[in-house]
């Protein structure tokens, strides 16, 4: 090493070599090339290492698929389903995602009207009968022969298709009988009536008159008379009225017992 008095140590290389070439390289390795402790970026005995997706220095989630395999084949589908079919999110229609349903007639995409019976029911079983009426039974457009919307009517004497002579009346004075028998009905009740409004009227009158009767006006005779005129004209319509129901009532049996002997064999 040439030094006087030396003990030939201190030119030795790491081999102890005297004045040799060899030294300790980064990774203290005598003679080495500083890349046996090289981490995966370059740094001598750095932390850095490959991770399970083959990145130097990742956190091993790179090369995941959505169920944590690393390189594995699963991912998302259409309707966002790790490793689905791509089919829960359907339509009906098989939109992905779509808006479409089954309606209530199950038609898909349908406005529920498809299958509705008269009454707006889904799938109910009202129809329209031979008249036209939703849930009908079919008789309110029948003539009198059951013909739907036929022109077969009942005459006055309730004869099918008939011309009303079956049951022609008996006349009195040129009018039929029930004719008559109505006008005079009419005209004697019209006439009870306008007289029991007058009575009615005259009675209030009197009264009125005892609530606040003065001795000296001496009213209350003359009240008193027109009241008993009107109770007497009262009496002789009611009477007419009486006559005329009796009248009727005696017409309208004998029709009856003729038309009865008329239909006998």
């Not at 290389?13 to 995966?40: K, Q, R, V």
């Not at 079919?85 to 529920?112: E, F, I, Q, R």
């Not at 005779?221 to 005329?244: H, M, R, T, W």
Request: some cysteine; proline content about 3%.
């Amino acid at each position: 090493c040439d030094i006087c008095g030396g003990d030939d140590s201190t030119c030795l290389d790491c081999a102890g070599e005297p004045n040799g070439p060899l030294a300790y390289d980064a990774c203290d390795i005598c003679g080495g090339d500083s890349t046996t402790c090289l981490d995966c970026f370059g740094v001598p005995n750095g932390p850095s290492t490959y991770d399970a997706c083959d990145i130097c220095g990742g956190d091993g989630s790179s090369c995941l698929d959505c169920l944590g395999v690393a390189f594995g084949s699963s991912k998302y589908d259409l309707c966002d389903v790790c490793d689905g079919d791509s089919s829960t999110c359907l339509d009906c229609l098989g939109a992905v995602n779509g808006p479409h349903v089954y309606d209530a007639c199950d038609v898909c995409g349908g406005d529920g009207a498809s299958c509705l019976d008269c009454l707006g029911v889904p799938n109910g079983g009202a129809v329209y009968d031979a008249c036209d009426v939703c849930d009908g039974d079919g008789t309110a457009c029948l003539d009198c022969r059951d013909v739907p919307f036929g022109t077969s009517a009942y005459d006055i004497c309730g004869v099918c298709e008939g011309d009303g002579s079956s049951c022609t009346c008996k006349t009195i004075g040129g009018c039929p009988v029930d004719e008559l028998d109505y006008a005079l009905l009419e005209w004697s009740l019209t006439a009870a009536l306008s007289k029991l409004d007058g009575t009615a009227a005259v009675l209030a009158g009197i009264k009125d008159e005892l609530c606040r009767y003065d001795v000296g006006a001496g009213r209350l005779n003359d009240d008193i008379a027109s009241y008993l005129d009107e109770a007497l004209e009262l009496k002789e319509v009611l009477a007419n009225f009486l006559f005329v129901q009796m009248y009727s009532k005696e017409q309208v049996e004998k029709f009856n017992d003729a038309r009865a002997k008329e239909v006998k064999p």
